[in-house]
């Protein structure tokens, strides 16, 4: 539905994307992650026909957006990360005009307008003025202009900057609600909310992407080998000692955050399944007590700076 092949772009000595490539499946919700000038909003602004590219090509449903905007743009709904709000308008006024630019038939005008008020719980708000309204209730407002067309593909650039914590639950169980229905592309710099609504995982650095997939793909691919939290009943520096002992651990060391009972050891890749078992079999002989193993998992703020330092 979105695929991007061999992007390039460059201003003045700045190579801002380098045979940038990846693909957004129908349906999904893609996070596209990238500090401060990594290519985000560059690469967006190609997809959405703002600049044109050096090289390579921005599919939208199935049209170019070099070769076929028009089509491509009928197909595609965007929220730029400063949405272009009419704050003097009315939000029935502004969703109206916004469905008018998009060549929404007039005779469905109304429905369609209706229609997109009510799915982001706009109604109540739809005759106070857009400059009135909280800015949680305005982001809802510029998505809205990013949907009354019923675009088949969405591209939304930092669509929770600047909200507090209740505003980007809200915002987020929002754009969740749009998956399924129509193809997202959405970039953001907080990277639980990345974790928690998108499907798949595009991380840009320095104008390459350098690693994508889901976050269960990134955080095995980016692990040397499984790692555990083991809590015993006693004497933990000497269970410690045991468990460093022992053949395919890489690493061993008490977990202070987690209390005085808690071990964290890693093991190597060709582990065998049974290896965690062995661990808590090892410190049960040892007399050292077992409480609880647990296999932790690398946050996403974790894979992000492994593959962009």
């Known amino acids: 539905m979105i695929e991007v092949k061999g992007l390039s772009k460059r201003f003045g000595q700045l190579q801002a994307l380098n045979d940038v490539s990846f693909t957004v499946e129908k349906g999904q919700i893609v996070g596209f992650l990238g500090a401060n000038g990594a290519g985000k909003t560059t690469t967006m602004d190609i997809l959405c026909g703002c600049i044109g590219a050096d090289a390579g090509s921005a599919i939208i449903a199935g049209h170019d ?42 005779n469905a005008l109304n429905t369609r307008v209706n229609d997109t008020l009510q799915r982001l719980a706009l109604t109540d708000v739809r005759h106070r003025l857009v400059g009135n309204l909280s800015k949680g209730y305005r982001q809802r407002v510029a998505l809205a202009q990013a949907i009354v067309h019923d675009p088949e593909v969405l591209v939304l650039d930092e669509p929770t900057e600047g909200l507090d914590p209740a505003q980007i639950v809200q915002i987020r169980e929002l754009i969740r609600s749009l998956g399924g229905k129509h193809t997202i592309l959405l970039s953001s710099h907080i990277l639980s909310e990345v974790q928690n609504t998108c499907d798949r995982i595009v991380i840009i650095n320095k104008g390459r992407i350098v690693t994508q997939g889901t976050y269960d793909e990134l955080t095995r691919d980016l692990s040397q080998g499984k790692v555990f939290r083991l809590r015993v009943a006693r004497s933990v520096n000497d269970a410690l000692t045991r468990v460093k002992g022992m053949s395919g651990i890489v690493h061993a060391r008490i977990e202070d ?40 998992t690398k946050s996403l703020e974790e894979v992000f700076f492994q593959v962009t330092k």
Not at 264 to 269: A, D, H, I, N, V
Not at 270 to 286: C, I, Q
């Open 65 to 106: 957006i070099t070769e076929q905007p028009i089509e491509a743009k009928k197909r595609l709904g965007y929220l730029p990360d400063v949405p272009p709000l009419h704050l003097e308008m009315t939000v029935d006024d502004f969703v109206s005009y916004a469905a008018k630019l998009h060549q929404v038939p007039i």
């Open 257 to 296: 955050d987690h209390g005085a009972d808690a071990i964290e050891f890693g093991l190597e890749k060709s582990a065998s399944e049974n290896a965690p078992e062995d661990v808590v079999r090892a410190v049960m002989d040892g007399g050292f007590g077992f409480r609880e193993l647990r296999q932790k």
